[in-house]
């Protein structure tokens, strides 16, 4: 039987001897996944799964970054998304993962049969409205990640310090987990050219780049025109 990849596989007490604690999420799919879940850790790079690989598992991040992306024929790695803690990934509407997965840092990661989470969608509406919703979110950003790999280099990387800025609320500092390369291939740019934007939009004082991990959002306004 196909296993995900693993470093590390964690179990208590309660795996052994009775049940699993209730759910913490207030969410029915994600609190089943902490419920039903095995929790894993992979290294910085790990493989957690392979593009082609049964979708037969369902992940949720606790801990770290994870990527998804594909090798394309000329061998450019365009990344698909990044998954922060909370997350769930690795959904799929076919039998097969079409995308590989690899943890960016050490990251710890629930792990939960697929086919375990549709019999409790197919017997709880909640859940199964939870699944729904879950689809259709990760339809709609990856259309807009779509959308947004037709602007010019300058809208992507504003785009992508927005988008990092909504989604790990610190006020105006952004904290990258990703390296700029994974930034560069995420946006369909080279590692040159996300780091001339970068330099560029310092320069105009829209940002400041502290370190190249910690980039604080100084003009947002100057920054939404920018990208509109």
Known sequence: MFMPRTSTVHTTSSDKT??????????????SIEMMGAPMTFPRNGEIYGEGEPADF??????GTV???????????????????????????GADHSFSAEAITASKVLVAKRSALMNLAARDSSVARELWTLTGQELARVQEHILLLVKTAQERVVGFLFEMAARRPAGDTVELPMSRQDIADYLGLTIETVSRTLTSLEHEA????????????RNRPALQEMYA
């Open 18 to 31: 009775g049940p699993r604690p209730a759910p913490t999420s207030s969410h029915p799919l994600t609190g």
């Open 58 to 63: 369902v992940y949720k991040v606790v801990s």
């Open 67 to 93: 990527r998804t992306y594909k090798v394309l024929a000329d061998g450019r790695r365009q990344i698909g998304a990044f998954y922060l803690p909370g997350d769930v990934f690795g959904l799929e509407v």
């Open 206 to 217: 829209a940002i400041e780049l502290p370190n190249s991990r910690r980039i604080v959002l």
